[in-house]
């Protein structure tokens, strides 16, 4: 059972490093909001050399690829909250899900939900699990 604690801990702080890496990489797409702020304000004003200027709508595009910033903070805090719960040893099928979900995110996500997932399949650490009275 000491093992299993271990375990869980260390996971707990690897999933801690990972959030913290997912989200310094969701903010990446940021860098496409200001792209397309970029191109929209030339749309709107051309140039001293009569060039064409991009359309509008490319501006907008690129300004709506910057929202997936949301979603890449959305899955640093869920997989955050993945390493608080096994830390605490509480909400276990959310741990796991999360570990499933972090599979599809290569290298780190996958080497952490693959551990994740053979650790939360043992016997021994879903009785950790198990509801306190």
Known sequence: MNHDSEHLRLLAIFH?????????????????SAMGGFMLYAAHHPGPHNQEPPPAIVGWIFIVLGFFFLAGL???ICILVA?????????????FVMACIECLFIPFGTILGVFTIIVL?????KTLF???I
């Open 16 to 32: 801690y490093v990972v959030a913290g890496l997912a989200a310094l990489f969701s903010f990446f797409p940021l860098l496409y």
């Open 74 to 76: 959305a899955m640093a």
């Open 83 to 95: 390493g608080r719960s096994l830390a605490r040893q509480r909400h276990y099928w959310f741990a």
């Open 121 to 125: 399949s043992r016997e021994s650490v």
């Open 130 to 132: 198990s509801p306190r």
